[in-house]
C-alpha cells in the first residue's frame, strides 16, 4: 500500500522493485537485509531503514530537512531507526492501523471536488450575508437610520485625517447615500451568485471572490457595530483564501488551519477566560436561555437534567479542544473531525439563531474530504499550476499574523506582535476567535417604549429578540437582525456603555421610517412618539408547569429603568 503511494508521488525519478525479483542486480545485498528494511540504491550511495525514508522523502518532496536531522544529529537517528524496526517488525499491525486511518489505499490527496463544492458553498453564504444586511441598512447605518454611514465617516476623517482610509477600509468614501449602500449589498448579492453558478473551472473565481471581500470589507468597515461580529470577519477571511484558492496542498491547508484556529481558540477561550460555569460544566444550564436569539427548540433542551447539560458541555469542549488536532491527521481522521464538527454545528444551529455562522462553519470541513471521497474524480491540478512562490507567500503571511494571536490566547505575548498585527486587522484577513468565552446567567432584557403625554407608555415591539411572554422563539437564521442581536449586548450594560441607544431614540422619535421598519410593530399607528424611554427586565424559560398553566415560553419580572424618558427640544 505505501509503496504505491510513494511510486504516485515519485513518478519516474525512483524505481520501485521487490527485492525478490532483484537481488542479482545488486550481488551486494543479501537478502535478510531486504527482509529486515527497505534499501535505497543510488550510484554512489547505498542506505536502508530510516534513511532510505528520508532519502526518499527528499527527493520527492523538495524538503530535507528529516534528512539533515538524520545525518547532523545521532539521537534522531536512533529514534526513527527505532521507529522504522517498530514498523517494520509489526507490518501485520501497520497494515490494519493504515487501514484504519487512510482508508482502502493510501492515495496523493487531491482537491478538485471539494473546492468547487468549497467556492459554491462560500458563495451562497456570501448571498445570505448581503441579503440579511441589505435587507436593514437604511435602519441601521442609511441617511435616516440609527448610526449614519455619512456621519461616522466624517468623524473619521476629522479625527485621523488621510490615515481614515487605511482605518476604514470601504468603497464608501466615494459616496454613502442610501442608494450607494444598497447597491453594494444587493450588489454582492449579485456577485455571489455568479460565483454560486460559474463552472467548476472558470478563470473568473479570483476576480469574484475579490470583489466580494472588498464588497464585503466595506459593509464591515462602514456598518460599525452592527458588523463587527465574529462570523463577519470568519466570512472576511474565508474569503480572503477564496480568492487564491487552487486545488493544491498548501493552499487547501489555510483552509485547515482557519478551521482549527476556529474550533480550538473557542475552546480555548472558555478555559482561559476562567469562567466558573466552563469549569464546573454548568455553563449549558444557563446557555439555552441567555443565549441572543434562542429556537423553540431551546425550550426543550433546556428542561433537560443536570447530568446531560454537564455531558454537553464536556463533548463541546471536547469537539473545540481535541477534535480540531484530526484536522491535521490522515483521511480518515479528517472525515472523523468534519463528522464530529457537522455534528456540533448542526446542534448549535438547532438550539439557537447563529445566522450563517453555523453553516460557514459546516462549509470550511468540505476541504477536509479529499477527491478520494468523491468517485469519478478526474486527475488534479498539479501544485506547479498553482504557483508554489504565492502559495508558500500566503501561508507564511497567514502563520505570521496568526501564531502570536493564539500564543496569546494562551498568555505567550510575543513583544511588538501588537504592531505587527494591527495595520492587518483592519482588513480582517487573519482574525482571532472565541466564542462564548464567558457564560451569562441571566437574561435581562430592554423594552422600548413611547408616549404621546409622558404617562401611558406603548411598547415598540421587536422582530425576533423576546418580548411577548406567550410569543414562541423563533427560527430566524442564516439572516440576521442586526438590531435585536445589538440589543442583547447592550442589555449587558447601561445606556452610557452603548452611545448609540441614544441614536435609536432619536430616531425613534423623528418618527424615522427605515428605523421603524426594524421593528415588528411600533405604537401609535406610525404617529411620531413625544417621549421615549427603555426599561428593563429579566427574562427566563418558564418551566414545562408554568407553560402548562399559562401557554407563556417566557416568565419576567421588572428590574429597573435603563434608559430615561426623552423628548425633542423642538417638541
Given at each position: 500500500m505505501w509503496v504505491s503511494y510513494w511510486h504516485q508521488r515519485a513518478g519516474d525519478r525512483v524505481e520501485f522493485a521487490p527485492w525478490q525479483s532483484s537481488l542479482q542486480r545488486f550481488p551486494g545485498i543479501t537478502p535478510d537485509q531486504c527482509r529486515r528494511a527497505v534499501q535505497w540504491i543510488a550510484p554512489q550511495r547505498q542506505a536502508s531503514g530510516a534513511e532510505a525514508v528520508f532519502l526518499i522523502f527528499a527527493l520527492i518532496t523538495n524538503h530535507a530537512w528529516l534528512l539533515w536531522l538524520y545525518q547532523k544529529s545521532t539521537v534522531f537517528a536512533s529514534l526513527a531507526e527505532g521507529a522504522y524496526s517498530l514498523v517494520a517488525t509489526h507490518r501485520s499491525t501497520g497494515y490494519r492501523l493504515t487501514?484504519?486511518?487512510?482508508?482502502?489505499?493510501?492515495?496523493?490527496?487531491?482537491?478538485?471536488?471539494?473546492?468547487?463544492?468549497?467556492?459554491?458553498?462560500?458563495?451562497?453564504?456570501?448571498?445570505?450575508?448581503?441579503?440579511?444586511?441589505?435587507?436593514q441598512a437604511r435602519g441601521l447605518i442609511g441617511e435616516n437610520g440609527i448610526l449614519p454611514l455619512g456621519i461616522y465617516l466624517g468623524v473619521a476623517k476629522a479625527q485621523l485625517g488621510s490615515a481614515?482610509?487605511?482605518?476604514?477600509?470601504?468603497?464608501?468614501?466615494?459616496?454613502?447615500?442610501?442608494?450607494?449602500?444598497?447597491?453594494?449589498?444587493?450588489?454582492?448579492?449579485?456577485?455571489?451568485?455568479?460565483?454560486?453558478?460559474a463552472r467548476s473551472r472558470s478563470r473568473w473565481y479570483p476576480a469574484l471572490f475579490t470583489l466580494l471581500f472588498v464588497y464585503y470589507l466595506s459593509l464591515v468597515s462602514g456598518g460599525q457595530l452592527f458588523m463587527g461580529y465574529q462570523w463577519d470577519f470568519l466570512l472576511l477571511e474565508a474569503g480572503f483564501l477564496a480568492i487564491f484558492l487552487r486545488p493544491s496542498k498548501s493552499r487547501v491547508?489555510?483552509?485547515?488551519?482557519?478551521?482549527?484556529?476556529?474550533?480550538?481558540?473557542?475552546?480555548?477561550?472558555?478555559?482561559?477566560?476562567?469562567?466558573?460555569?466552563?469549569?464546573?460544566?454548568?455553563?449549558?444550564?444557563?446557555?439555552?436561555?441567555?443565549?441572543?436569539l434562542p429556537t423553540p427548540l431551546a425550550w426543550f433542551v433546556h428542561q433537560s437534567p443536570l447530568w446531560f447539560q454537564k455531558l454537553s458541555a464536556l463533548t463541546l469542549l471536547a469537539v473545540e479542544l481535541v477534535v480540531p488536532f484530526l484536522i491535521f491527521g490522515p483521511r480518515r481522521m479528517k472525515q472523523a473531525a468534519a463528522v464530529a464538527i457537522v455534528t456540533l454545528q448542526v446542534l448549535i444551529a438547532l438550539s439557537g439563531n447563529y445566522t450563517f455562522f453555523n453553516l460557514l462553519a459546516m462549509v470550511l470541513c468540505i476541504p477536509l474530504f479529499d477527491d478520494a471521497a468523491w468517485p469519478g474524480v478526474s486527475q488534479a491540478i498539479p501544485e506547479t499550476s498553482a504557483r508554489p512562490w504565492l502559495s508558500r507567500a500566503l501561508v507564511a503571511l497567514v502563520l505570521v499574523?496568526?501564531?502570536?494571536?493564539?500564543?496569546?490566547?494562551?498568555?505567550?505575548?510575543?513583544?511588538?506582535?501588537?504592531?505587527?498585527?494591527?495595520?492587518?486587522?483592519?482588513?480582517?484577513?487573519?482574525?482571532?476567535?472565541?466564542?462564548?468565552?464567558?457564560?451569562?446567567t441571566t437574561r435581562p432584557e430592554i423594552q422600548v417604549e413611547g408616549?404621546?403625554?409622558?404617562?401611558?407608555?406603548?411598547?415598540?415591539?421587536?422582530?425576533?429578540?423576546?418580548?411577548?411572554?406567550?410569543?414562541?422563539p423563533a427560527w430566524v437564521a442564516p439572516f440576521q437582525p442586526r438590531l435585536d442581536w445589538q440589543m442583547w449586548f447592550a442589555a449587558l450594560q447601561t445606556f452610557k456603555e452603548n452611545p448609540w441607544f441614544a441614536r435609536l431614540a432619536v430616531a425613534l422619535l423623528q418618527g424615522s421610517a427605515p428605523v421603524?421598519?426594524?421593528?415588528?410593530?411600533?405604537?401609535?399607528?406610525?404617529?411620531?412618539?413625544?417621549?421615549?424611554?427603555?426599561?428593563?427586565?429579566?427574562?427566563?424559560?418558564?418551566?414545562?408547569?408554568?407553560?402548562?398553566?399559562?401557554?407563556?415560553?417566557?416568565?419576567?419580572?421588572?428590574?429597573?429603568m435603563y434608559f430615561p424618558p426623552v423628548s425633542l427640544r423642538a417638541q
Open positions: 487501514r484504519l486511518l487512510w482508508g482502502q489505499s493510501v492515495q496523493v490527496s487531491t482537491y478538485l471536488r471539494p473546492i468547487l463544492w468549497f467556492r459554491r458553498g462560500l458563495a451562497a453564504i456570501y448571498i445570505f450575508a448581503f441579503a440579511s444586511f441589505g435587507m481614515a482610509l487605511w482605518r476604514v477600509p470601504s468603497l464608501f468614501w466615494w459616496g454613502h447615500s442610501d442608494y450607494i449602500i444598497l447597491s453594494i449589498a444587493w450588489g454582492g448579492v449579485a456577485l455571489a451568485f455568479l460565483a454560486l453558478v491547508w489555510l483552509l485547515h488551519w482557519l478551521l482549527f484556529r476556529l474550533l480550538f481558540e473557542s475552546g480555548l477561550a472558555k478555559l482561559v477566560s476562567h469562567d466558573a460555569t466552563w469549569h464546573n460544566l454548568t455553563a449549558l444550564t444557563f446557555h439555552y436561555q441567555t443565549q441572543p499574523l496568526s501564531v502570536p494571536q493564539l500564543l496569546a490566547m494562551a498568555g505567550y505575548e510575543i513583544p511588538a506582535s501588537a504592531d505587527l498585527l494591527e495595520p492587518f486587522a483592519r482588513l480582517g484577513i487573519v482574525n482571532q476567535y472565541g466564542l462564548f468565552a464567558t457564560m451569562t408616549s404621546l403625554d409622558g404617562e401611558h407608555w406603548e411598547p415598540y415591539v421587536f422582530r425576533y429578540k423576546p418580548g411577548p411572554l406567550n410569543r414562541a421603524n421598519d426594524l421593528f415588528a410593530q411600533t405604537p401609535f399607528g406610525g404617529m411620531r412618539p413625544k417621549f421615549v424611554r427603555a426599561t428593563v427586565d429579566l427574562y427566563r424559560f418558564t418551566t414545562p408547569a408554568e407553560r402548562a398553566r399559562t401557554g407563556n415560553w417566557w416568565q419576567r419580572e421588572p428590574h429597573g
